[in-house]
């Protein structure tokens, strides 16, 4: 096959992704306010799964076809492209805000599922087991997020919550107007058709990325950190910076963290959980390593003033940018040179 109809099959597969993924999360939000379901949940359960379901499809997909390292380099890859492209062209188009509350929940679950996957990874092999364990993290996370919303809810309402308290800083999506307007006929068609072309798309996406790389001669991961990181993250790119130019981009930072846990956890764990894979160190240092630096990096960013909120601005928004291309810039280096590192980090090979 030639490398311009694989590159159509991923181009064409992630227009059809991402549209169907909207539309599922549409029908099964229309679906359970139909049946009763508490839109706490349904932002959490049902919305908030459809930010990830690009990425979980592709891994799930990529794991069945039985190339799990383009389910690593996806998840890798869309973490690098959350904080050094997505917030970064943020930041550099309207400084972003951090609540200070984030920093006693969000950010040490953000630390600690990026470090999970590397400690797991240093014996060269995430197995099922620990893949199940970042399964088990991302259940109870979810469960965590469901209770702080219904807590958050029933404080409000017994009128014992200030609308500015930091106890409210458990963010919930919310349910699209299209979605609220849905019967249950539309809701069920869209929910069925949708879930139906994420499953094909998914698959033509996977399909074309393992030809580029057969094509090309290239490893699967790096396919995994460009093309489809990049694909996988386009709907969270175009809102952020939709956001920022009309200067509502305040949730932002809370979006990516969530995105990035996610990604850690639940689409590292069910690639794995299907079929483990083998990392090597490169991969290791390179790709898992700079994910982690950027994780510190946002860290470290929001902790340097002391108010109640951060300020995020051109400066540090520059920063990750130019963090980004010095990175692919890396990536294509070592595919022009079969995978070879450049002298300055060879010390990264040494076993």
């Not at 197995?127 to 958050?152: H, N, P, Q």
């Not at 240092?285 to 051109?314: H, N, P, Q, Y």
């Not at 928004?317 to 590192?341: D, E, K, P, Q, R």
Request: net charge neutral.
């Amino acid at each position: 096959m030639s490398i311009t109809i694989a590159l159509l099959c991923v181009i064409l597969g992630f227009v059809i992704l991402i549209y169907s993924a909207q539309k599922f999360v549409d029908g099964a939000s229309g679906l359970a306010l139909c049946l009763g379901v508490p839109e706490i949940l349904i932002g959490v359960l049902i919305v908030g799964f459809g930010t990830s379901a690009p990425e979980i499809m592709v891994s799930i997909f990529s794991a069945l076809e039985g190339s799990s390292k383009l389910a690593l380099g996806n998840s890798w890859g869309s973490n690098i492209c959350n904080i050094s492209l997505i917030l970064g062209v943020t930041a550099l188009i309207a400084p972003l805000w951090v609540q200070r509350s984030l920093f006693r929940k969000e950010y040490p679950l953000l630390l600690l599922s990026a470090a999970g996957p590397l400690i797991f990874a240093m014996d060269g092999y995430i197995s099922k087991a620990e893949s199940a364990g970042l399964l088990v993290f991302i259940s109870l996370f979810v469960m965590y997020t469901v209770y702080e919303g219904f807590r958050a809810r029933k404080l409000a309402r017994a009128g014992k919550l200030a609308q500015d308290s930091e106890e409210a800083d458990v963010q919930i999506e919310e349910c699209s107007e299209e979605a609220r307007n849905l019967g249950p006929l539309k809701s069920s068609l869209y929910t069925f058709f949708g879930l139906v072309l994420m499953v094909v798309s998914s698959k033509v996406i996977v399909f074309g990325a393992v030809e580029i790389a057969k094509v090309l001669e290239i490893s699967e991961v790096i396919i995994g950190l460009t093309v489809v990181a990049v694909g996988t993250s386009l709907p969270e790119l175009t809102a952020s910076v939709i956001a920022a130019r009309k200067g509502n981009n305040e949730l932002a930072v809370g979006n990516i963290i969530g995105s990035n846990i996610f990604n850690n956890t639940a689409v590292l764990g069910l690639a794995g959980v299907i079929l483990p894979y083998d990392v090597d160190r490169i991969e290791l240092v390179r790709d898992g390593g700079f994910c982690l630096f950027l994780t510190m990096s946002l860290l470290l960013f929001s902790m340097r003033l002391r108010t109640k909120e951060a300020r995020l601005g051109r400066r540090i928004g520059a920063f990750w940018v130019t963090t980004y291309i010095a990175y692919m810039a890396l990536l294509v280096y070592m595919t022009m040179h079969h995978n070879s590192l450049p002298e300055f980090l060879s010390f990264i090979s040494m076993k």
